[in-house]
């Protein structure tokens, strides 16, 4: 396939893929760009999962002491993630992301890399997750006890069928909604770090569980330890789920006026901030809660957390809707970025019927692209049996792109050391901090092949279907490639161009296109 140049004024539509409300916000900090980018990478990076996945996380490693450790490698590995992706952002300021790195290192066979991504980021980047996590806080504020079952579903369902259709009829309402309940994400685990101090002091409404003695010891009960290093595997695939959103640091770089300098010292503010907060919740989650229930409480750590705090009055049974308006909020933001890269796909006419998914008829919004989303997300949501799904759908989500990160960092230390690559960026990743990205990677994308130790069906599903699954999907997208670069261009006589396209803010894009050979 050839590549071809197109100059700047194309009348291809190259529509701006990232949320506007990011790079306005970036754009408006002048002189403060430092305060502006620590606040930006801080807002997008404290999601949900902080208030659901400790109890998956301590359930996998049955140690107080590991459980946390592990939050603060979370947070250093955020940290080695977000360098490595800065110097290929920084070296590639184009459109789309790891696409570009991908294919700037493999670049055989071409394109390999955006079908592979495309598979990916359609098939496996759903809202469920959080929507899910909405309709359980929703049924815990309203007094049930119920699990993932078709109730908690079917609210999750409605849930991303109201942002979903929000964003495709009034779109800039939709981007007001989530910056207004991004809010209360920061509000409400603050809050959460402020009353641990009061649990540590023993103002709680149920005996002290007495977790830091001997914090270190690795239990294993039947409902806690013992699951080996696969539970290590999960574990940190959780953990890397709730700090996600540091790849928003990308998204800006283009408004800094000196985005390493700024960068340098914003990143790790932001990320070391996100990390002791982080630290912290679990602190105070571990100070209110006994290791019997934090194990058992699925999705509601924050709800449990709450009652055993401030009691079962309807008043505190009221903070678990402020976990769940964060959700909300959650499902907004996500729905909206997914929407985008699955109409940027269309743009580019990666996917069949391209313009349909370009197309943002007829509200100015890409309406087609959201309808994939939410398909999607709705068939992961009714898909798994009715019984527990939160963590299954949370590492479903997150595994494949421990793949894809391990060989974008294998790909930046290909490019240090190959000389004859000519690599050059205005940052610089240290050969430690790509090795350790490297390594945490493979480790996350290897080891849940192998057996946990005890019930290889803890929660109802083999513990093989999620990597199976996730390897399946990044598969299918080279099957895909193969199809469209190579067996139906033979079939209909004619080749695949990558034209790249300069918009008018000065950002290179690619825009396929099929050239007749016959």
Request: net charge positive; aromatic share 14%; hydrophobic share 50%.
């Amino acid at each position: 396939m050839a590549t071809t140049e197109v100059t700047k004024g194309s009348n291809h539509d190259t529509r701006e893929l990232n949320a506007p409300t990011d790079e306005e916000y970036a754009s408006s900090t002048g002189n403060d760009e430092v305060t502006g980018a620590v606040f930006l990478i801080l807002s997008k990076m404290i999601g949900t999962g902080i208030f659901s996945t400790p109890s998956a996380i301590f359930a996998a490693t049955g140690s107080v002491g590991v459980s946390i450790i592990l939050w603060i490698i979370g947070g250093i590995l955020t940290f080695c993630g977000l360098s490595v992706f800065l110097e290929f952002g920084l070296a590639i300021p184009l459109s789309g992301g790891e696409k570009n790195y991908l294919e700037r290192v493999y670049r055989h066979p071409r394109h390999l890399a955006s079908c592979v991504l495309a598979s990916q980021m359609i098939l496996l980047g759903f809202s469920s997750g959080n929507a899910l996590a909405f309709g359980r806080y929703v049924l815990a504020a309203s007094g049930s006890n119920e699990g993932d079952g078709w109730t908690a579903r079917g609210i999750a369902i409605a849930c991303i069928t109201f942002a979903v259709g929000l964003h495709s009829t009034l779109p800039k309402w939709g981007l007001r909604l989530v910056n207004v309940l991004g809010l209360f994400k920061v509000v409400i685990l603050v809050f959460i770090v402020f009353s641990g101090f009061a649990a540590i002091s023993g103002r709680l409404l149920v005996p002290p569980p007495g977790n830091f003695n001997n914090a270190f010891a690795i239990e294993v009960t039947k409902n806690y330890g013992g699951q080996g290093s696969y539970g290590y595997a999960t574990a940190l695939l959780q953990i890397i789920y709730s700090y996600k959103g540091w790849e928003n640091a990308n998204y800006v770089l283009g408004e800094l006026k000196n985005p390493r300098k700024t960068l340098s010292i914003a990143a790790p503010i932001a990320i070391g901030g996100v990390t002791i907060l982080y630290v912290l919740a679990n602190v105070a989650y571990f100070a209110a809660i006994s290791k019997a229930d934090l194990a058992t409480s699925e999705v509601l750590v924050a709800g449990l957390f709450f009652r055993n705090v401030f009691g079962d009055s309807a008043a505190a049974r009221a903070l678990p809707a402020f976990v769940a308006l964060s959700n909300l909020g959650n499902v907004l933001a996500v729905s909206f970025a997914h929407a985008r890269l699955n109409q940027e796909f269309g743009k580019e006419a990666l996917l069949p019927f391209g313009k349909l998914w370009a197309s943002i008829k007829p509200f100015n919004a890409p309406a087609a692209a959201l309808f994939l989303h939410w398909f999607v997300t709705v068939i992961i949501l009714i898909a798994p049996r009715a019984g527990p799904a939160y963590n299954f759908i949370v590492n479903l989500y997150t595994y494949p792109g421990a793949w894809i990160n391990g060989f974008v960092a294998a790909g930046l230390i290909y490019l240090h050391y190959r000389k004859s690559e000519n690599w050059t960026s205005p940052w610089f990743t240290y050969l430690p901090i790509s090795v350790l990205y490297l390594l945490a990677n493979m480790f996350l994308a290897i080891v849940p092949f192998i057996p946990p130790n005890g019930d290889w069906n803890g929660e109802g599903y083999p513990y093989f279907v999620f990597p199976v699954v996730g390897v399946g999907v990044l598969l299918l997208g080279a099957v895909y490639w193969a199809c469209w670069s190579q067996i139906w261009p033979a079939i209909g006589g004619y080749r695949i161009e990558a034209h790249r396209t300069v918009e008018d803010g000065g950002k290179e894009v690619d825009r396929y296109r099929k050239i007749k050979t016959r």
